[in-house]
């Protein structure tokens, strides 16, 4: 069976991605199955689908476009061995790969398996009886087929149990650890003595015996403790009485350089008598530590793969859910048209807009949270319920600034909000309160002028006090309400839309044609903030 995968670097780490569905989306929004962090990649930049036993790269209209082996396509059949590079031939390469086998990358284990049997079957026969034998080896291929159950929950206990156990066998010791690195720490991930059972306790290994091992990346082992005055003096080896040591670093090699990375440790040791390992059991030791540290590597890289693509699993349904709270109805009144659209520059943002009908008035809210992603998005979600229970309660305007900053500066959320709450009556008086947000523009024909009256941000300074002001509409007249990320876009070259030319545009009689004029100056750039506008137009 061919087993298609996708392979690339980034600055994280080597990726391999199975691709295991019938379509797989690659972007940089973080719902994609797979993520890319080029600043080139479009947020929902292609996909790659199971058309049979054809596996094709579909480009999804993005900004900068999609190569297949230096040739831009919109539409391409992959085949073993292509090369796709997204938004730039300067880009990160994805490697597409038809292997046999299943799970992890077939050539990696037939690299392992191959490797670990010429070593063994290559070293000079000691003569002693603790050198693995059919049976070990047999052992050995069970540790290799563990490596391929990276999608069953224990597939690391396998690889770590099979490792304890063939050393225990090979160097006749009493009891053995594997530890992991987290950090800068060693984790004890398990502990088995020669008879099987499972040791829990670790605070009687020599914990200099690792640290030895450790700082020269290197195997550490004594026979006889007693024959060496150095260690026969450390305090853990003479409390616990321990008369042999083997510590071995876990270490996987990057195939591209000569530096090592730190997985975990293997210690052995022994109470009761001395080592009596020859040269060569020396060098099967290493051997399996080795090989094991290269199925390690590949197991915890497929647990990362796997945990993050959870997490964005989990984000695209918060960020659905999200929507869903953020989605209202615009109210349609026959004395005033409201028209809004906010745009997210990641999945899930911080700005929120609000209409709510009264029996006198229309209420309309808008709010920019700072910060964006996630964080922004939860206090997001909770002010806009705060506010519209507040609006269809009809509170005052100034009421429910006050109480939403005193809701974020008792809360200890390091998040603040800037927004403006409207109220437009039928005779065309408005009430409105602004809260640090940029100021909402009048527009009348040509004509577009400020509103300057404003308030305190909401969430910095408790106990600030709150009050609204008034103007009055004319028929054809209308306020704009919009956030930052509108004049602070940026085009390639770092210039940003500006007041002024908002203020060029305000005319513009629909929303999403300001938004467009706005989309148009920003590109091929993303965007780097998320932008809000709402319209109010008074019909008298």
């Not at 790659?48 to 993005?62: H, K």
């Not at 050393?167 to 650890?177: I, K, P, S």
């Not at 009556?425 to 640090?436: A, H, L, P, R």
């Amino acid at each position: 069976m061919h087993v298609p995968t996708l392979r690339f670097t980034d600055q994280d780490a080597t990726h391999s991605f199975t691709l295991a569905n019938p379509s797989t989306s690659i972007g940089r929004a973080p719902g994609q199955d797979v993520v890319l962090s080029d600043p080139c990649v479009s947020r929902q930049h292609a996909i790659v689908v199971n058309e049979g036993n054809v596996w094709t790269v579909v480009d999804r209209n993005s900004s900068h476009g999609t190569f297949l082996n230096g040739t831009r396509v919109q539409r391409a059949e992959l085949n073993h061995g292509d090369v796709l590079q997204l938004g730039s031939l300067e880009g990160s390469e994805i490697h597409f790969h038809l292997e046999a086998g299943s799970g992890i990358d077939a050539g990696v284990l037939h690299t392992s398996v191959s490797g670990l049997l010429s070593s063994l079957n290559s070293l000079e026969p000691s003569g002693q009886s603790n050198r693995p034998a059919g049976s070990e080896i047999e052992r050995l291929n069970w540790l290799l087929s563990a490596a391929r159950q990276l999608n069953a929950g224990g597939a690391i206990t396998e690889i770590l149990t099979t490792l304890l156990q063939l050393t225990l066998q090979l160097t006749g010791v009493e009891r053995g650890f594997v530890f992991l690195r987290e950090e800068d720490k060693m984790r004890l991930a398990l502990g088995l003595s020669a008879d099987g059972k499972i040791v829990d306790e670790d605070s009687t290994v020599s914990r200099r015996a690792m640290q030895r091992a450790i700082e020269s990346e290197s195997k550490f082992s004594v026979s006889d403790t007693l024959a060496d005055q150095d260690v026969s003096a450390w305090a853990s080896v003479m409390i616990n009485k321990i008369r042999s040591i083997y510590c071995i670093p876990l270490r996987k090699r990057d195939s591209n350089s000569q530096q090592t990375q730190l997985l975990g440790l293997l210690y052995l040791d022994s109470q009761v008598g001395v080592g009596n390992l020859s040269e060569v059991d020396h060098q099967v030791l290493d051997t399996i530590a080795t090989e094991a540290a290269a199925l390690l590597h590949n197991v915890l890289l497929a647990e990362q793969e796997s945990k993050a693509r959870q997490a964005r699993e989990e984000l695209a349904i918060a960020a659905r859910i999200h929507s869903s709270l953020m989605s209202i109805a615009l109210p349609v009144i026959p004395y005033a048209v409201i028209q809004a659209k906010s745009i997210p520059c990641l999945e899930i943002g911080g700005d929120f807009y609000d209409a709510i009908t009264l029996g006198d008035s229309v209420c309309i809210g808008i709010a920019d949270v700072s910060g964006k992603g996630v964080p922004a998005a939860i206090v997001a979600a909770t002010l806009q319920g705060i506010i519209h229970a507040q609006l269809i309660s009809g509170q005052r305007l100034a009421d429910i600034a006050a109480l939403v900053n005193h809701f974020l500066c008792t809360r200890n959320v390091s998040k603040y909000a800037t927004m403006v709450l409207l109220k437009l009556f039928s005779d065309g008086t408005v009430e409105y309160i602004n809260c640090g947000h940029i100021r909402p523009l009048f527009v009348h024909g040509a004509e577009v002028r400020q509103l300057e009256e404003a308030n305190p941000i909401v969430g910095l300074l408790a106990g600030a006090t709150y009050a609204s002001a008034q103007c009055k509409l004319q028929p054809g007249e209308r306020i704009l309400l919009a956030t930052d990320g509108l004049v602070e876009a940026e085009n390639s070259i770092g210039e940003s839309f500006g007041d002024a030319r908002f203020n060029a545009i305000a005319h513009l009689d629909d929303v999403a044609e300001i938004l467009a004029s706005v989309a148009e100056f920003q590109a091929p750039s993303e965007a780097q903030d998320d932008c809000t506008l709402v319209g109010i137009q008074y019909k008298g």
